[in-house]
């Protein structure tokens, strides 16, 4: 939620952390049943159980072999993707954007989030895959996801 000050500054870039925390909390924080984490997660860190559970789930793998990247900011098409796994990869079809190439590890989860009007992209003919989600962005895509 909040950082420093009590704002929730919907325009900074979000983390890899926070996102996984959000989608976390919004399943009703679950324990996760491993312990096995990675090398820059700390146990005692507040996005350790979210992160335990994000894998588990098979939302994200990792950045590496035991690398999760928590305070690397997040783009769109990481976003998108992870909220597509927490779907359940379901099929899809849609948004026909130049940046999205058929066959990236995204296409299938931007063509979903178009489809289930998640988001309409950055314009009629891009998606901005590599671009910063923001906080607010990525709050939006969740709420409208968990709507479905």
């Known amino acids: ?11 900074a ?18 324990a996760p049943s491993s ?8 146990a ?3 996005y350790r159980d979210a992160v335990l559970w994000a894998v588990e789930k098979g939302i994200t793998n990792g950045t ?19 909220l597509y796994r927490y779907a ?10 130049q940046d999205v190439a058929s ?5 299938d989860a931007v063509a979903w989030a178009v489809s289930q009007e998640i988001t309409n992209g950055t314009s009629p003919a891009t998606f901005a895959p590599a671009s ?4 607010g962005q990525t709050v939006t895509f969740l709420f409208r996801a968990l709507a479905q």
């Open 1 to 11: 939620g909040l950082v420093s000050g009590g704002e929730f500054q919907a325009g």
């Open 64 to 82: 590496g072999a035991d690398a999760f990247s928590p305070d690397a900011t997040v783009d769109r098409a990481q976003t998108v993707t992870f």
């Open 88 to 97: 359940g990869s379901p099929a899809a079809s849609g948004g026909d954007f």
């Open 35 to 42: 312990t096995a984490s990675f090398a820059d997660v700390p």
């Open 103 to 107: 066959g990236s590890y995204y296409a």
């Open 132 to 135: 910063n989600c923001t906080r």
């Open 13 to 30: 870039p979000c983390t890899r952390a926070q996102v996984v925390t959000f989608l976390w909390r919004a399943a009703g924080s679950p």
């Open 44 to 46: 005692d860190a507040y």
